[in-house]
């Protein structure tokens, strides 16, 4: 009997045993699963400082210094750059000096000049994204410095290298801003013009359709045909386009090309190129070096007069055939 009962006894323990350490092993694996959450806790908080930190940074931005008093209807698009100098600001070097430029309305005028030489910053003091530290740029014989900001920009158009787009629907995004409450069929009237319908109508959901992040979804030309799509709704008098058939490959650019000739009729147009094949058409070019202009005039006689902008257009010349041989 008692050997009996020790047997049991010893069975018993050794079960136990068995069980706690069953369920000890269990309760190990069973651990796996929290811990991994618990490692990934620190990753959301990572991204929630972020994007604290993205919101606090915007909601701390000063708001635009708008000196302005003035308002204006609708321009008829005159620009007169009078003895316009520029250095920005907490830099020593000068940018622009001494620029005279009076641009008719519903002229193209063309900006070329090798990089550095102050096209872009030029483009970019009209809509004053900058102030002058010294001479006038007039809009229809009003100091821009007097206009007030909305006033000033609801008649300036742009259309930039750099497209910004956000995520949201194709319709959105073309009328947005000012533009915002624009019906289907101006919107639509406007991605006719910019030869940006059919691909439009190819898509998903039509104008429905969501573009993602910054138009990642589109492609190059597609994004900036969705640009001259915005300019064409807005309707400004005045259009600026800075590089706007850069970094495109031939058939993008033939597409983007098209539409801006159709955005450019009537309006005063101040164009920046690098590719100096899109601006031979421009009723005048200006050169610019070193933040001065050096020429100005038609595309043959600047290139008969063998100054910087021939020595440009050979150098682009050359560089295009060999880029088309290595092609071949």
């Known amino acids: 009997f008692k050997q009996k009962t020790a047997y049991e006894i010893g069975v018993r323990l050794v079960g136990s045993e068995m069980c706690i350490r069953d369920r000890f092993i269990t ?6 699963a929290p811990l991994k959450r618990l490692t990934e806790v620190n990753a959301s908080l990572q991204r929630g400082l972020a994007a604290a930190e993205s919101v606090f940074e915007l909601v701390d931005e000063q708001s635009e210094d708008d000196r302005g008093t ?3 209807a609708r321009a008829l698009g005159r620009i007169d750059f009078d003895n316009v100098t520029f250095s920005y600001p907490a830099h020593d070097r000068v940018v622009l000096t ?21 096209k872009t910053t030029l483009a970019n003091l009209l809509p004053r994204f900058y102030h002058l530290q010294s001479g006038r740029i007039l809009l229809d014989g009003h100091d821009i410095e007097n206009l007030k900001l909305a006033s000033l920009r609801n008649n300036i158009a742009l259309v930039s290298q750099d497209v910004v787009l956000f995520n949201d629907t194709v319709a959105a995004n073309i009328g947005y801003g000012s533009k915002r409450d624009a019906g289907m069929a101006e919107i639509e009237a406007a991605t006719v013009a910019a030869h940006a319908l059919e691909f439009i109508r190819d898509m998903p959901q039509g104008f429905n359709t969501q573009i993602g992040e910054n138009g990642v979804r589109l492609s190059g030309g ?6 001259i ?20 490959d031939s ?10 000739d159709a955005l450019m009729e009537n309006r005063t147009t101040l ?12 009723d005048r070019i200006v050169v610019l070096d070193k933040g001065r202009i050096v020429e100005i005039g038609k595309h043959a006689d600047l290139l ?3 100054g910087i902008y021939a020595h440009l257009h050979r150098i682009q010349y050359a560089q295009d055939r060999a880029d088309s041989e290595d092609g071949a």
């Open 251 to 260: 058939e993008s650019e033939r597409h983007v090309q098209a539409a801006l």
């Open 98 to 118: 001494r620029i005279n430029l009076s641009i008719a309305p519903g002229e193209t005028v063309a900006l070329v000049g090798s990089s550095g030489s102050g």
């Open 229 to 248: 799509a915005r300019a064409i709704l807005k309707d400004a008098p005045v259009l600026i386009l800075d590089e706007a058939t850069s970094a495109l």
């Open 271 to 282: 164009v920046i190129a690098h590719r100096l094949s899109t601006i031979e058409r421009a």
């Open 27 to 32: 309760a190990m694996l069973m651990l796996t």
């Open 304 to 306: 008969a007069a063998g």
């Open 222 to 227: 597609q994004r900036q045909r969705l640009a």
């Open 70 to 72: 003035v308002e204006i």
